[in-house]
């Protein structure tokens, strides 16, 4: 079975570009969960997905981020216009229904130049 | 106040050693919660889950004070493997699965 799949491992974007993050959960789990990690902090959840529902998205930022998990495919968390504030690690976790454990991909790391 | 508190460390151990980590949480309405470890750069990784009635795992072992609102970690017989930051972890309240993130205890093990 495998993980929590996360790609790209590494973007690097210019100021004012978009960046696209992919998750791909655990086989069987239904729930997609994504946090960011800024440099030497922890990690602060950002939003909660079910398929084709956002269920709790409080600790998104309220302009430039959107995330989605469609019917068929993975999740995306997608920036758009890019600033250097963004450059972060951002992980993807996901659980099964009613299974409060997470389990966390490898992450992706943004830089924005 | 932050939600989970943690004492950042970093604790600098010999082999062999036993540490102790503690971690405090201010929503008493937090129904689970979790030690995680977290590698340099890598993603954390579930090391156990807590309950109030205690758990150990091997050389791991985690009490959870409700009434307190304090969660430990206790690791017994020190590896150089055992190196990394150790996340404390618990629900939003609300019965959503979102999970607040202490800022990590970092340990290294020395030889």
């Known amino acids: 079975n495998a993980g929590v799949m996360q790609n790209p491992r590494h973007l690097v974007r210019r100021r004012g570009q978009e960046a696209r993050l992919r998750c791909s959960p655990m086989?069987?789990?239904?729930?997609v969960y994504w946090y960011r990690q800024l440099p030497e902090e922890g990690l602060k959840f950002m939003v909660y997905l079910q398929k084709e529902n956002i269920i709790d998205e409080s600790g998104m930022p309220k302009e430039r981020f959107s995330a989605e998990f469609p019917k068929e495919g993975p999740s995306i968390l997608r920036i758009q216009q890019v600033v250097r504030g963004d450059s972060a690690a951002y992980f993807c976790?996901?659980?099964?229904?009613?299974?409060?454990?997470?389990?966390f991909g490898p992450g992706t790391r943004l830089t924005v130049l | 106040r932050k939600e989970v508190e943690q004492d950042p460390g970093p604790f600098n151990v010999p082999e062999g050693a036993t540490v102790a980590f503690n971690c405090t949480y201010s929503?008493?309405?937090?129904?689970?919660f979790f030690w995680y470890r977290q590698d340099c750069r890598k993603e954390p990784k579930l090391l156990m889950s807590v309950y109030s009635s205690g758990n150990e795992d091997g050389r791991f072992t985690a009490q959870l004070n409700r009434a307190s609102q304090y969660i430990s970690l206790l690791i017994r017989d020190s590896k150089l493997s055992d190196s990394a930051t150790y996340l404390c972890v618990v629900n939003g309240a609300g019965g959503y699965n979102k999970l607040i993130f202490g800022a990590g205890t970092r340990l290294a093990v020395h030889p």
């Open positions: 976790a996901s659980s099964p229904p009613r299974i409060d454990t997470q389990y």
């Open positions: 086989k069987g789990h239904s729930h």
């Open positions: 929503n008493s309405a937090s129904q689970s």
